[in-house]
């Protein structure tokens, strides 16, 4: 079975440039989230969706940034416009919504704003 | 506040050697859960494993265990006879209760020397 699908791999772009990063969850799995690492701050969660539906955006930086999802097999978070703080590697996890289930990791976009 | 902490920010062995890494936690709630993650070099997150907080046992798998002490906050993980393709940042995360998002630690890096 497929894992969860993440495009691009990779992203270099200028500063005030629109980016969109897509994912695929696991076919069946029910929630969705999008997380960011980078060297200062770890892992954090940036927002995840139920049946989806956005639950938490509270991790979301700023305005710059927005997440749908527009049916359960597609999810986007779009950053515009882009800055170099942006730069990070985004995760998108899916799992089945239920209290306490692992997440399932995609391989996560590398974003590079210069 | 952190949730999560894992003090040891690197750890480097020879191969056979075993390495055992520390995650403490902090949280209110009576039901939660804990998981180890991997990420090797290839950028990836891999799931571990995953213990409630009902469930003190501790567990062994292969070269792989865990060691949970509710008494202490600590969820630890130990390699034993460590193995080149061991070397990663091993992630020990926290979900509280009706709260799905996972909190990380900062990650331990692992390196295995021939």
């Known amino acids: 079975d497929a894992g969860v699908i993440q495009s691009p791999r990779h992203e270099v772009t200028e500063m005030g440039q629109e980016v969109t990063l897509r994912c695929k969850p696991i076919s069946g799995h029910n929630s969705l989230f999008w997380y960011r690492q980078t060297m200062m701050r770890g892992l954090e969660l940036l927002i995840y969706?139920?049946?989806?539906?956005?639950?938490?955006d509270s991790g979301m930086p700023e305005d710059r940034f927005s997440a749908k999802m527009p049916n359960a097999s597609f999810s986007t978070l779009k950053i515009q416009p882009s800055e170099p703080r942006d730069s990070a590697v985004y995760f998108c996890?899916?799992?089945?919504?239920?209290?306490?289930?692992?997440?399932?990791f995609g391989p996560g976009t590398r974003l590079t704003v210069l | 506040a952190q949730k999560v902490t894992q003090a040891q920010t690197e750890i480097s062995v020879v191969e056979k050697e075993d390495v055992t890494l520390d995650c403490v936690y902090e949280?209110?709630?009576?039901?939660?859960?804990l998981f180890w993650y991997k990420q090797p070099p290839s950028g990836e997150l891999v799931f571990l494993i995953r213990r409630n907080s009902f469930d003190e046992q501790n567990e062994i798998s292969g070269r792989y265990s865990w060691n949970f002490q509710k008494s202490t906050s600590s969820f630890n993980f130990t390699i034993t006879a460590s193995q080149v393709v061991d070397s990663a940042v091993y992630f020990c995360?926290?979900?509280?209760?009706?709260?799905?998002?996972?909190?990380f630690g900062a990650g331990t890096t692992v390196t295995v020397r021939a």
């Open positions: 969706f139920n049946n989806n539906v956005p639950i938490d």
């Open positions: 995360a926290l979900s509280e209760t009706n709260d799905y998002k996972l909190s």
């Open positions: 996890a899916s799992t089945i919504h239920r209290e306490g289930n692992e997440q399932f």
């Open positions: 949280t209110r709630d009576t039901t939660y859960y």
